[in-house]
């Protein structure tokens, strides 16, 4: 009587963990696209007749240079060498 070991059934191994920039950088081109289309939107609708841009718009493409900065800070970031 043979005793046969059962194969090994593989591990699912754990997602490895994001560098430290990742999330960041998704944060920031989030942020710049949402900023180009408000002002795409602030040019936009006057120009189609729409009258005047509401507040909210011009708020919100302030976005632009917000993720441009994060972007930049997400970048040096993960870019880092990791000290020994």
Avoid at 26 to 49: D, Q
């Amino acid at each position: 009587m043979s005793h046969e070991v059962p194969a090994a059934t593989p591990i699912a191994q754990p997602s490895p963990a994001r560098k430290p920039g990742a999330i960041l950088m998704g944060v920031a081109v989030v942020a710049f696209f949402v900023g180009i289309a408000s002002i795409a939107a602030v040019f936009l609708i006057p120009a189609l007749g729409g009258g005047e841009p509401d507040l909210t718009l011009y708020l919100l493409s302030m976005l632009c240079p917000l993720g441009l900065v994060l972007g930049v800070v997400a970048a040096l970031v993960s870019g880092r060498r990791a000290r020994e």
